[in-house]
């Protein structure tokens, strides 16, 4: 399953008043690491809009196993599962950089819809991409 690590440093605006980065800011870095995992694969969110597509989430988990505060440097690693038919789930796995504990794991799930609204299959250059396996990129 083709998977992509991305790499973010916790900018204060992240944090709460605790000094830990604030749990709904896990969902933005999954986002980060979905972008970044498609243009890995050679097609931007953009791209995909400008074919007519549109990926909207329908569902989003996080567990949250410790917490990440300002300043530390993250892990996001991001796989696409090819299990899934209708539509495009993401996997997540956030460590700290420094000692590599797990700090969240979580999934999306996204609808796929046509630019005007309508429910269909990822498209076939969609299905192609999520299909490839990590040796396809060498």
């Given at each position: 399953?083709?998977?992509?690590?991305?790499?973010?440093?916790?900018?204060?605006?992240?944090?709460?008043?605790?000094?830990?980065?604030?749990y709904a800011n896990y969902l933005r870095f999954f986002e980060m690491g979905r972008a970044a995992m498609f243009r890995y694969l050679g097609v931007s969110y953009r791209e995909i809009e400008t074919r007519g597509y549109v990926l909207p989430v329908s569902e989003a988990f996080c567990k949250y196993h410790a917490s990440a505060r300002y300043d530390d440097v993250i892990l996001i690693e991001t796989a696409l599962d090819p299990g899934i038919l209708s539509g495009v789930k993401f996997n997540y796995t956030i460590q700290r950089e420094a000692d590599g504990v797990s700090l969240a794991t979580g999934h999306t799930r996204h609808a796929c819809m046509t630019t005007e609204g309508r429910v269909v299959r990822p498209p076939q250059f969609l299905r192609n991409l999520i299909a490839r396996k990590d040796g396809d990129f060498k």
């Open positions: 399953m083709p998977t992509h690590a991305t790499h973010y440093r916790v900018i204060y605006g992240d944090t709460d008043q605790m000094g830990v980065v604030y």
